[in-house]
């Protein structure tokens, strides 16, 4: 079925699978939601099981986004959200201009965020994230499937600044601590 809108929609998304003994999913390009993503005229999408990036070639609008079910978590359970990007020579509208990697527990739970400056100079794939990265932990839930799913994603909406030549490699979704 062909869709008539200009973004893309996430194809089947990974759940988290444990390795070493923590809970992990890694998202590439086509398993994110990526506005304008269908549109030639600012998104290059890898072809479908490629492993290659997504190539943005111009927006005023960058929002990337993903969730993940985690309803095998128990509270106090943390994870790391990261994002790996890396730019093209040519990148541009990057100065002064944060993005800002946020996620939540369930679609009415409050975003946790963090504001990044990127560097156009880092042409190899690069965690955009401080070191630790975003992290978030599940509480106690009042009331129930509160903390059944982490949304996510990678936003620049603010500046209205056109911004080209990032390429964006995968996003991750990671357990920090250990499993009890």
């Known amino acids: ?10 194809e089947d998304p990974p759940k988290l699978q444990l390795k070493d ?9 086509r398993q994110l939601n990526v506005i304008w993503g269908r549109d030639p005229r ?3 999408m890898p072809e479908k099981s ?3 990036p997504a190539e943005l070639l111009q927006v005023c609008w ?6 993940v079910p985690i309803r095998s978590a128990s ?4 994870f790391r959200i990261t994002f790996q990007v890396s730019f093209k020579s040519d990148a541009f509208g990057w100065n002064n201009c944060p993005v800002y990697v946020m996620a939540k527990f369930g679609k009415k739970g409050k975003y946790t965020w963090t504001k990044i400056s990127l560097r156009t100079d880092n042409s190899q794939p690069t965690n955009i994230l ?11 839930a009042t009331t129930p499937n509160v903390n059944d799913t982490i949304y996510f994603g990678l936003y ?4 209205g600044k056109w911004k080209g030549g990032l390429e964006l490699k995968d996003a991750t979704v990671e357990q920090i601590n250990n499993t009890q």
Not at 1 to 10: G, Q
């Open 75 to 78: 509270i106090g359970t943390k």
């Open 1 to 10: 079925m062909s869709s008539t809108t200009p973004h893309h929609d996430a």
């Open 42 to 44: 600012y998104w290059k």
């Open 21 to 29: 003994g923590k809970l992990m999913a890694t998202f590439n390009p």
């Open 130 to 140: 401080p070191p630790d990265g975003l992290e978030i932990v599940t509480k106690e």
């Open 156 to 159: 620049e909406v603010w500046s």
């Open 62 to 67: 960058l929002e990337v986004s993903g969730s």
């Open 50 to 52: 490629s492993g290659g």
